[in-house]
């Protein structure tokens, strides 16, 4: 009877011995380290978006940046009550801290009607 449970025994530590070597040899890819850090990857997308936005800043084709997300404003110019030339001035650029504070020294942000007409723009 000993010697059966010995037999046994190996056999249980060879099969996970086993099945160890083979989790080590074929782990899903998925758990493997990357080959570029994704802090790099967020980098370069932001650069690109950063590019693509700066082709459009002209009134006949306007795009900006708020607050992360890209709106194509176009459109929009001719019915913004403080005037185009506002627009105009970030066309291509970032504009949360004008949009934050409607481009005043003393803040005072937009409106929720504001922003919710900011959202029709949205490209992304």
């Known amino acids: 009877m000993n010697k059966a449970l010995n037999i046994v025994t190996k ?11 083979l989790l080590v040899l074929f782990e899903p890819k998925s758990r493997a380290t990357p080959k570029q850090p994704i802090q790099n ?10 590019k693509q936005v700066a082709s459009h800043a002209s009134t006949a084709d306007c795009w900006m940046v708020i607050q992360g997300k890209v709106y194509n404003i176009t459109s929009y ?30 803040a005072e942000p937009h409106s929720a009607a504001a922003t919710k007409i900011l959202e029709r723009y949205l490209v992304q």
């Open 77 to 106: 110019f001719g019915t913004h009550p403080g005037g185009d030339e506002l627009l105009q001035k970030y066309c291509g650029k970032d504009g949360t801290a004008a949009f934050n504070t409607k481009d005043e020294a003393e």
């Open 11 to 21: 056999l249980v530590i060879i099969d996970f011995i086993i099945v160890c070597v």
């Open 41 to 50: 990857t967020v980098k370069v997308v932001q650069s690109d978006l950063t």
